[in-house]
């Protein structure tokens, strides 16, 4: 699976939820090789979406259409300034991946020496955090350049999400996480979260 991470200020974010709904009604159908995707504004105004293909190559194909072409040159107007675009090669799921029934997700991003290493970490301990926080749906996970990695995680809600993330971890559960995880990670949290899965 190849995952698209897009994300900037947003200037104009009823132009841009009405751009979103445009593209997933009239551009989406033509997609080849398009899954889904992850979207929603944060608190401080940023967009981020999150566009799942069924490979690198569906993605390119996607990217090259004319109405693509088209649609985004609308759609960038709805950002104020430069916009990001993270292509992740190799993406991956763990417990259920991602759910359309998710009431909150939350996107994290960083950079690590290592990225291996720490998403193997990550994975492993998965059905032992799904048994402390049930709240957990799963997550998905993509790698881009040489250290950057950004996952998904999906709760069932917000309330649940923030009434157990204090919860303390077995002990070697968090000093695995202690030693793993970078120091400079972004939390990006979506609150009304657009999801869309294709089912073909």
């Not at 398009?34 to 996607?62: H, I, K, P």
């Not at 997700?105 to 049930?134: D, F, T, W």
């Not at 790698?143 to 996952?151: I, N, S």
């Not at 695995?176 to 899965?197: F, G, I, Q």
Request: hydrophobic share 40%.
């Amino acid at each position: 699976m190849f995952m698209q991470v897009i994300q900037g200020k947003v200037a104009d974010r009823a132009g841009l939820e009405s751009a979103m709904t445009r593209w997933n009604e009239e551009l989406a159908p033509g997609a080849i090789g398009y899954l889904g995707s992850t979207g929603g504004f944060t608190d401080d105004g940023m967009f981020v979406v999150l566009a799942r293909f069924e490979s690198e190559d569906a993605a390119r194909r996607n990217s090259d259409r004319p109405e693509q072409a088209a649609w985004w040159a609308e759609a960038a107007k709805c950002f104020d300034g430069e916009v990001t675009f993270m292509d992740c090669a190799n993406t991956s799921t763990w417990l259920a991946g991602g759910s359309d029934d998710a009431g909150f997700v939350q996107i994290m991003e960083g950079h690590s020496a290592n990225r291996e290493r720490m998403l193997q970490m990550m994975e492993g301990y998965a059905g032992r955090i799904k048994e402390q926080r049930p709240e957990v749906i799963g997550g998905t996970v993509g790698t881009y350049d040489a250290d950057g990695w950004v996952e998904a995680i999906y709760f069932t809600s917000e309330a649940e999400a923030r009434a157990h993330e204090n919860m303390p971890l077995p002990d070697d559960i968090a000093e695995a996480m202690a030693r793993e995880m970078p120091a400079d990670v972004r939390y990006l949290d979506l609150h009304e979260p657009m999801l869309v899965s294709v089912r073909r």
